[in-house]
């Protein structure tokens, strides 16, 4: 079965420090990653997914399959980073979240 | 355009009591699906449906039922509410992959979410 892990349920950093939030995942089949986020009193949307290799907001994430990992990193936090974040991964016709990371940027 | 749409925004049942949570979409997307959020769980996916007339049961169905009778509208019913029912639930929306592949989702778009606690 599919599993995704984040291990840090909050996250609290100084802003423009740099932010790495992690994302572990097991499958059996080909993975397909995603993270979502959601601000506060806002609804939980997508910030990015692996098969794009984009930056979203200054955001980058990359699929280690040796490590089975898929890490958002961001160079310089900013306060508006602040908000709730989960990864995602395709199982079929469906998406297996992880718990959540809460990131916190302070001034 | 609304997107996804949630009724109601907030509930309160007691035990053993019954309701429908409805969710709407007006963005003709085949695949719809709910989800339950709770505090260091994340998002679980009680059922799904990949087209009108269908539907699917994701990791939690246990205690919900859920129906598409409309393309359009997806509801989540609870027969007899227990308090572990406590949650915050979102509904979120999808099309299919390209050409309809299984396995290759879209983004999926949802709902502002429906706070629901049961007494």
């Known amino acids: 079965a599919q599993r995704v892990t984040q291990p840090e349920k909050l996250l609290s950093v100084f802003k423009g420090a740099p932010v790495e939030l992690k994302c572990n995942y097991s499958?059996?089949?080909?993975?397909?990653l995603f993270w979502y986020v959601q601000y506060s009193r806002q609804r939980l949307q997508l910030l990015l997914r692996?098969?794009s290799r984009e930056s979203i907001k200054g955001f980058t994430a990359d699929l280690n399959k040796g490590e089975t990992s898929f890490h958002l990193k961001k160079p310089f936090a900013q306060e508006e980073d602040s908000a709730m974040y989960y990864c995602?991964?395709?199982?079929?016709?469906?998406?297996?979240f992880g718990g959540g990371t809460r990131l916190m940027v302070k001034p | 355009n609304a997107g996804v749409t949630q009724t109601p925004k907030f509930r309160v049942l007691k035990t053993g009591q019954s309701m429908t949570l409805l969710c709407a979409q007006d963005?003709?997307?085949?695949?719809m699906y709910w989800y339950r959020q709770d505090p260091g769980m994340g998002l679980r996916l009680i059922h799904y449906?990949?087209?009108?007339?269908?539907?699917a049961k994701g990791e939690v169905p246990d205690g919900y039922n859920v129906s598409r009778l409309k393309k359009q509208n997806f509801l989540l019913g609870l027969e007899s509410a227990a308090p572990s029912q406590t949650s915050v639930y979102f509904c979120?929306?999808?099309?299919?992959?390209?050409?309809?592949?299984?396995?290759?989702?879209?983004?999926?778009?949802f709902g502002p979410g429906t706070r629901l606690t049961v007494t």
């Open positions: 979120a929306s999808s099309y299919p992959g390209q050409g309809g592949l299984a396995g290759d989702l879209y983004e999926q778009y």
């Open positions: 499958y059996s089949g080909s993975p397909e």
């Open positions: 692996h098969i």
């Open positions: 995602a991964l395709n199982a079929g016709n469906m998406l297996t």
């Open positions: 963005m003709n997307h085949e695949y």
């Open positions: 449906s990949v087209g009108e007339g269908t539907t």
